[in-house]
């Protein structure tokens, strides 16, 4: 059964590293996602991706996010600075459409953890 | 604007108990509703999804849920509870608009004891 796959599953950085945090969608998949959970708190929503380009984003995604898929096939969020409160448990979701009614197919995550 | 809001943030049953996980939600426009599962170190797993058809949504492991436009609630049940069936489970709101994303609730840990 096809899947999301994300890696590293956990990855340590220090305050003030780039980190970069990878995905692989579905392959026939059009729109892709990411998402954070801190740690105790709600799963957020951090940006919308299509067509190679963000389609909306949260608040949350400000200057030190960017996202990228360099190619056909990876999808990846870079955090350029980290802050502690960056630690999260960051997940990718993708969609073969738009629409609201379609599910998302989420990864397993990837636990950062920044020291 | 969407939200969701998960009443108890931890439940527990006995195995063979009925599961009732709650959820409301708030939006200004007809919503799409879900029920995602967590299992420990796994990703999110579509559970199932209120799209405007029946009221009454039946999804995999036995789960269903009942949407219910006067109480703006979307609760998840299970008339017996399996040990397998513990986990974390989001709630989430979506709406019929370009590029929306999935507004989910804080998440339930439902415990399930012998």
């Known amino acids: 059964e096809p899947e999301v796959t994300q890696t590293p599953s956990h990855q340590v950085t220090q305050m003030g590293q780039e980190v970069i945090l990878r995905c692989v969608p579905i392959?026939?998949?059009?729109?892709f996602y990411w998402y954070r959970q801190i740690l105790g708190q709600k799963v957020e929503f951090l940006v919308s991706?299509?067509?190679?380009?963000?389609?909306?984003k949260s608040e949350i995604f400000d200057d030190q996010f960017s996202v990228e898929r360099p190619d056909g096939s990876n999808f990846t969020l870079k955090i350029r600075s980290t802050k502690l409160e960056d630690s999260a448990m960051y997940f990718c979701?993708?969609?073969?459409?738009?629409?609201?009614?379609?599910?998302?197919?989420f990864g397993q995550g990837t636990r950062l953890t920044v020291v | 604007a969407q939200s969701v809001t998960q009443l108890g943030s931890h439940v527990s049953v006995s195995e063979g108990a009925l599961v009732l996980l709650r959820c409301n939600y708030s939006?200004?426009?007809?919503?799409?509703l879900f029920w995602y599962v967590q299992y420990p170190n796994q990703g999110l797993q579509l559970l199932l999804k209120?799209?405007?058809?029946?009221?009454l949504v039946k999804g995999i492991n036995g789960f269903e849920a009942e949407f219910k436009k006067s109480e703006t609630s979307f609760h998840l049940t299970k008339p017996s509870a399996h040990m397998s069936d513990a986990a974390e489970y989001f709630c989430?709101?979506?709406?019929?608009?370009?590029?929306?994303?999935?507004?989910f609730g804080k998440g339930t840990t439902l415990s399930v004891s012998s």
């Open positions: 979701a993708s969609k073969i459409v738009q629409g609201g009614n379609t599910e998302a197919f």
């Open positions: 392959s026939n998949h059009l729109y």
């Open positions: 991706f299509y067509n190679n380009e963000i389609s909306e």
């Open positions: 939006s200004s426009v007809p919503p799409y």
């Open positions: 209120y799209t405007s058809a029946a009221t």
């Open positions: 989430a709101v979506s709406v019929n608009q370009a590029g929306t994303a999935l507004i």
